[in-house]
């Protein structure tokens, strides 16, 4: 109760029908990958045009769908795509201006990623200790679930910062992307199940009354466990838009055994 499920935002009916997650989706490969942001701004479906040949029109309805959107099951026969105007249009209006009555929250459950402290800086006390007090730092917390994305939440309110959806959970797992997705008995949805780990920059700031650390480089490492074959370096230096640093999977030299 009150934690980071709790907290999460959804489009529903009688409210602005934007997008209020902060969702990035690895597109590309080898050395083109990069993150997209994925949302609904205005009117307009935005982001997805950007996305490579593998996200066809079921994974991008797949991917509306993380976004707190209630797709119709048949939408895939009555919109082609989502590459050009007509088409994001025709997504707008079969399915985000009827935002459903209720908030659609995608957040799946925690196994085995443990979740990880990412600090961002601090305040010092006046006897020159690192504060502990929440209000004078600026933590998150980072963690893996079964919906198939890595999350970033605020550790003082819970809120999610982004989440992240790695190309291999739109390939191999995409089921996990829909909330009560059916699924067959014994095939359980991992989906970014590993603990993830990160590193980090700090700049000690002594100039002004207040003492202060403050994280001038944030980098987050880690993998997909039981959740796919896969590990991946992200920047999270500028918190609430991640960067990619690379991608590795069983196709790479020296990764055949990875996962």
Same mark, same amino acid.
């Given at each position: 109760?009150? &934690?980071?499920?709790? /907290?999460?935002?959804? #489009?529903? $009916?009688?409210?602005?029908?934007? *997008? ?36 066809? =029109? ?25 590459? *050009? ?13 009827? $935002? #459903? ?8 459950? =925690?196994?085995?990623?443990?979740? %990880? ?26 963690? &893996?679930?079964?919906?198939? $994305? ?7 309110? &819970? ?6 959806? #790695? ?10 992307? +829909? ?7 014994? /095939?359980? =949805?991992? &989906? ?36 796919? +074959? ?11 838009? #991640? ?9 790479? *030299?020296?990764?055949? %055994?990875?996962?």
């Amino acid at each position: 109760a009150g &934690g980071a499920y709790a /907290r999460l935002k959804a #489009p529903t $009916a009688g409210t602005n029908a934007s *997008t209020t997650r902060n969702v990035f989706v690895e597109s590309g490969t080898d050395n083109s990958a990069k993150l997209v942001n994925i949302k609904v701004e205005e009117g307009k479906v935005i982001g997805f045009d950007q996305l490579d040949s593998d996200y066809g =029109v079921k994974e991008k309805l797949y991917l509306l769908s993380f976004l707190g959107y209630n797709v119709p099951v048949d939408a895939a026969t009555t919109i082609t795509d989502l590459d *050009t105007d007509t088409e994001r249009t025709a997504a707008y209006n079969a399915i985000v201006k009827n $935002a #459903p009555a209720q908030a659609i929250k995608v957040l799946g459950g =925690v196994v085995h990623s443990k979740p %990880r402290q990412v600090s961002y800086g601090a305040d010092f006390t006046t006897d020159g200790e690192i504060s502990n007090d929440e209000k004078d730092r600026d933590d998150y917390i980072m963690f &893996g679930s079964m919906d198939g $994305a890595l999350h970033l939440v605020s550790a003082e309110k &819970g809120e999610e910062t982004f989440a992240f959806i #790695p190309k291999t959970i739109i390939k191999k797992q995409l089921k996990a992307l +829909k909330a009560d997705s059916e699924g067959s008995v014994g /095939r359980t =949805v991992f &989906g970014v199940d590993a603990p993830w780990t990160s590193s980090s920059v700090l700049e000690y700031d002594f100039s002004g009354t207040t003492k202060k650390v403050k994280a001038t480089s944030v980098k987050a490492y880690g993998g997909l466990r039981m959740g796919g +074959k896969g590990i991946y370096g992200l920047d999270l230096t500028t918190k609430d838009k #991640p960067t990619f640093l690379f991608s590795k999977n069983t196709t790479d *030299t020296g990764f055949s %055994r990875l996962g």
